[in-house]
């Protein structure tokens, strides 16, 4: 039987038909597209059966897929190792070409240059493209060439390059759907990918919530953020959709969007600082790495309401609100004097919209070790914090329930945690 001519487009963290680069020219080919998603071994083998990244991910191809089926197409689902499939589906078809949108994450990079070898080999060309940001790798440089570690001046920069285009470009597949194959592929239960629904959901996004985002930001009971985090990590909206309405409605808001963007850059420029103190600097720290002290804290039981609280938010919900999330990193590492990796892992496992980038940035950034971090001698106060974002406490009863029934000592003092964070920083860093 002679096997069918065709182009393939894999998504990955581009879970959108909407606005969506790579599956924008793979449309224009000149065979019929089979969209393919590929649930890949080699992570979901560290994951609990019911994770709900990956309840996330079901669902999104699953509404992907009932969008193809009113265009008489389908999206074909995979589960293996990445190469095992790809070399299967060498077998299967007779692939043409193969598009995709770029991932900037180590392991992503690694798995990419080895499928698009293995394609290459099979005399199959394979296309990549920026989609996850509006500036990648080295577009946004200093004078020098080198890549910024500051991100006020990367900001600029950014902004600079965003306005001398007008906008960020968006591509609308509609004229060309009528391109994406016509096979009517099985899509599979949850189940036989080895997996249960999670109870934990990911709220939707919500812009409305914004409009007076610069002053209500900081206050977690206020729920004034967007809830973009997990839509922006797994690709259910486009960045570019949303630059372009954050540069016409709030300024404020672009300017994480940014965040967001010097980080992933952050990490393709410096791989290393995932597992390493940005600062090498920094690494002669002695960290106390209190297992005990560590569970307190993972468990949402140190005593600081504000630091339990957030604990509490993030184990039931998978979520947790960006100042409670600096409040409780500050408290890991300058309280108990524990690595941030260890903390950076543990938010790892329970983040719904956990991204390597942004995890490991923002992490470093709360330990004084990364680039353009939080000076080492900055401690938190949790009970200040709570009183300048929580006044009224509302945040912390909806997470804490017995907290006006008698709340728990805190597991340490604060003005003698600071005074040994100072201490134990002081000797540590090398001179
Ligand atoms: P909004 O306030 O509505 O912000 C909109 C978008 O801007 C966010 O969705 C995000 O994409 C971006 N953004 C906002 N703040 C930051 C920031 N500080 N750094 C980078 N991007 C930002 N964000 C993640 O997406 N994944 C992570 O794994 C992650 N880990 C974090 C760990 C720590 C210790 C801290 C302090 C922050 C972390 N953040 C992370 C950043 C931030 O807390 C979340 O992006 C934000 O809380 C998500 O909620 P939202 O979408 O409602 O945010």
Same mark, same amino acid.
């Given at each position: ?13 581009? @879970? ?30 560290? /994951? ?29 689902? *995979?589960?293996?190792?990445? *190469?095992?499939? #790809? ?31 293995? @394609?290459?080999?099979?005399?199959? &060309? ?82 409305? +919530? ?45 300017? &994480? /969007?940014?965040?967001? &963007? ?18 090498? %600097? ?14 307190? #804290? ?37 309280? /108990?004097?524990?690595? #941030? +990796? #260890? ?16 995890? %490991?940035?923002? !992490?470093? !950034? ?31 009863? *909806? !997470? ?7 709340? %728990? ?23």
């Amino acid at each position: 039987m002679t096997k069918q001519k065709v182009t393939i487009f894999w998504f990955r963290r581009d @879970l959108r038909l909407e606005d969506n680069t790579g599956l924008f020219h793979a449309l224009q080919s000149d065979f019929p597209v089979v969209p393919l998603f590929i649930f890949d071994d080699d992570i979901l083998e560290h /994951l609990p059966k019911n994770d709900a990244r990956v309840t996330f991910i079901y669902d999104s191809l699953e509404k992907i897929n009932s969008e193809l089926n009113k265009l008489d197409s389908s999206i074909l689902i *995979k589960k293996g190792k990445t *190469k095992d499939v #790809w070399e299967s589906l060498i077998e299967e078809f007779d692939i043409q070409s193969v598009f995709f949108n770029k991932d900037y994450e180590p392991f992503a990079i690694k798995r990419d240059n080895a499928i698009s070898s293995l @394609l290459k080999e099979n005399n199959i &060309e394979s296309f990549s493209f920026k989609d996850h940001v509006i500036f990648e790798e080295k577009e946004i440089t200093k004078a020098d060439g080198l890549p910024y570690t500051v991100y006020t001046p990367y900001k600029n920069k950014w902004l600079e390059k965003y306005h001398l285009s007008g906008s960020a470009p968006e591509y609308d597949s509609a004229p060309f759907q009528s391109n994406f194959a016509k096979d009517k592929f099985k899509f599979p239960d949850l189940a036989e990918i080895g997996f249960e629904r999670s109870s934990i959901k990911v709220q939707p996004h919500n812009l409305t +919530q914004i409009a007076h985002y610069k002053e209500t930001r900081d206050f977690p009971a206020l729920d004034s953020t967007s809830y973009l985090s997990p839509h922006l990590r797994f690709g259910t909206v486009s960045i570019r959709k949303l630059v372009n309405w954050a540069n016409r409605k709030n300024q404020t808001f672009l300017s &994480e /969007l940014i965040w967001r &963007e010097f980080f992933i850059q952050i990490l393709f420029s410096f791989p290393n600082c995932v597992n390493h103190n940005f600062k090498s %600097a920094y690494d002669g720290i002695q960290w106390r790495n209190n297992e005990e002290d560590f569970k307190r #804290w993972c468990s949402g039981t140190t005593g600081y309401p504000m630091v339990d609280a957030g604990m509490r938010q993030l184990n039931e919900t998978g979520y947790m609100h960006n100042r409670v999330r600096m409040v409780v990193a500050s408290f890991l590492c300058k309280h /108990l004097l524990i690595n #941030w +990796q #260890w903390g950076e892992a543990y938010f790892a496992e329970k983040l719904l919209d956990f991204e390597l980038a942004s995890n %490991a940035g923002n !992490w470093q !950034w709360a330990a004084g070790t990364g680039c353009d971090a939080a000076p080492y001698f900055r401690v938190f106060n949790p009970e200040i914090q709570q009183k300048k974002f929580d006044e009224k406490g509302e945040y912390i009863r *909806k !997470w804490i329930p017995e907290f006006d029934f008698g709340y %728990a000592e805190p597991m340490v003092d604060h003005a003698f945690a600071r005074d040994r964070a100072i201490a134990t920083y002081k000797k540590g860093i090398l001179k």
